[in-house]
Structures are given as structure tokens and as C-alpha cells.
DNA sequence: AAAGCGGGGTC
DNA sequence: GACCCAGCTTT
């Protein structure tokens, strides 16, 4: 590409950064912790999904000392529900080596902060960028289609080969002045314009100079990548209860949420029906033999490879049984105390079922 | 190079 | 349903 051209397109996405750009509350942020915070929280997560996070893990954790103190149990509470939470472990394994080898003050060099865990070239290459004001670009999903576009770049876009020219490609686009808001701008067109459907070409700073426009091919790039279908996964789950606590335990040895707490689950196989498997857990999981068994409720979610159907249901442990004792691991706890617990997801759903009924049965008694 | 990792939004 | 998202790490 021309440096002529290059300069245009710079100047007309950088203009319509300036006046179209939304309100979000990274935005103007010069301190490198909340830059690097709001990076991290936004690696393959929607903005909406990030905001009310944000500000919360910025108050509750407000500088880096703060966050490489805390305790890991109060970093993932904080983090439940947002998902891929080796991000929330390596954000304060980060926090403690800036602790220990840089007195606590964020790196300004980029070859340090790529080697923090958790932070892989995009994320560095923000943070030197925006917080920092260093010319490194950035690639992710957005600066990947609007590339793939505005260039013409054919081919898998998540294959080496491509990566390795879009990288390229949006360092040679990328101004020395300026170089984070141009950064954010690209992402900022791909998210709001130049979408994976229906792009609005029509009011795209680069309609005039985009290949996949002028060869009307603006929705066939970039390819697409294919999948396989996402296997299907059956579980149960049961809500013991027992003079008003409930038994939680936490998902220590698997690698899949661990450290989460949440009630005692299994998955079925074969011909296993869920109130049968409830029922056994219920009775392995205290210790006791129980009776009977009440269908509670369906969860139903994905997580990337999986769909999971789960059913769950309650049971009630007699009033004068003898119950296992706390132990590390597993604990008997009153609706109220529970959100002391980090729970992911379907547990959090399941907890929220147990909130609705209760409070409807305390107002109705 | 491919798979695993969560969850929610969208069409 | 399938695809997508301000990706990184492990295998």
C-alpha cells in the first residue's frame, strides 16, 4: 500500500473514532492496571458482558498491591460468572510478579509485559499501545474481518498464514502518533460497522477503499471457520438441605472450574435416570439414606464444546439426623451465607432458584 | 496445529 | 441450532 493512502486511511478512521466512538468506561483511562484489567476481562468476551464487572473488580481491587494480596477465593467471586477464569488466576499470579519484580509499578516494556501470564501479543500489544502510547497493533476478531475485508485476504483467518499477514498488515497501517486510539479504532469499526453480518458499509470511513466492498463481497470474507457440532452432556444435580443449609462442595480435581463451589452433580450415562442418580448422590454425598427426592428445575447451558442439560433436584435430610461434619471441600451453609461462595454459572442459577422460592414461601408464612 | 477453556448475545 | 466475541495456554 502507497504511504498516501496509508495516511488517508489513517486520518478518515481516526476522525471517525473521534465522533463515533461509544462511551464506554475504559475509555480515557490512562492508568496502566485498568487498561491491563479491561484487556483481560474483554479477551473473548462481549463488551456488554464486561462492563458491569469493570468497575466492581476496579473498586474491590483498585491498584496492584491490592489485587496481589488478595486471596484467590475473593479474586474468582469476583470474577463468577464471566467465564474462562484461568484468566481471573493469571491476572493475580501477574499481579504478584509485578509485586516482586517491578516494585509493584505496571511494565512500560512490551517484552515484559508479554511475558506476564495471561497476557499473549494482542493483550500486550494493547496495553503498550493504549497505556503506554507504543506503536505495536493489535489483531483479534475485529481487526481480523475488517482486514480480511478492507485487503482482500482470503484463507482460514484463524491459520497461521493469515494471522501472520493481518499482523503484518496492521502494523504497516498502524500511525506513530496516536497508535492507541487508531488501535481501539479499528476494533471500535469492526464491532459497531464492519460486523460479521450485515456490515454498514455505507457509513464506513473506508467504504471507498475497501477490496471486499467494491467486489460486493463484504459478508463472504472473512472465511469462515468450521466447527464441529457440540456434544450434548446430561447431568443431575441435587439441593440437599437440612435445617436450612444447604451442602456445597467444591471442584478441587477437576481442572474444569476448579476451586468453584457448587451442589453435588453427576453425569449420566447410559440408561441412568436423573432422579435415581440424584437420589444416590444425595445419600453419598451426606452420608445418609434419603427417601425421596422432588424435581426442582432444568438448567440448561453451553459451554464451548458442550451443551448440558441439567436436571436438578431437592431433598430434605430428616431433622434429627446426624450429619459429616464441614470438612475441607464440602460444607452445609444457610441461603444467606452462600454468596460468601464463588459459583459459576449453573450454580448461580440454581442459587437463584432457591432465593425465589424461599422468599416466597417467608412471604407467605 | 489443534484442543480446551465459559458464558452470553444474536440471528 | 450455529456463529461470534478487545485470546491464552496446553498438548
New binding site residues.
Partial sequence: MHSSKRAILQKRLLRWYEEN??D?P??NVADPYAVWI?????????????IPYYGRFLKKFPNIPALANAGTDAVLRLW????????AR?LQAAARIIVERFGGAFPGNYADI?A???????????IAS?AFGQAYA????????VLTRLLGISG?P????VQSRLWEAAQRLLPASRPGDF??AV??L??TIC????PECSSCPWTRHCWARQQGRQESL?E???????R?SHQAAVVVRHRGRYLILRRSS?????D?WEFPSVELHNRQTASEMAARLASEACGLKINSVEPLMTVK???????IELQVFQAEVERGAILEPNAPGRRWVGLKDLGRYA???????ILAELRKSSGAASRTT
Avoid at 116 to 126: K, Q, S
Avoid at 254 to 258: M, N, S, T
Avoid at 301 to 307: D, F, L, N, V
Fill in positions: 466512538r461509544r464506554l475504559w475509555r479491561s484487556e483481560v476481562m474483554l479477551q473473548q468476551t462481549q463488551v456488554q458482558s464486561v463468577a460468572g464471566l467465564g474462562y477464569y484461568s484468566r493469571n508479554l506476564l501470564p495471561g497476557i499473549g501479543r494482542y493483550t500486550a500489544a494493547a493504549i493489535v489483531v483479534d476478531g475485529n481487526v481480523s474481518r482460514e484463524k491459520s497461521i498464514a488501535n481501539q476494533m471500535e469492526g464491532a460486523t460479521p453480518r450485515q472473512p469462515k471457520a468450521r466447527g464441529g457440532p457440540a450434548k477437576q481442572r474444569l472450574l476448579k468453584f447451558h453451553s459451554i464451548t464444546t458442550r451443551r459459583f459459576a454459572s449453573a450454580a448461580q442459577r
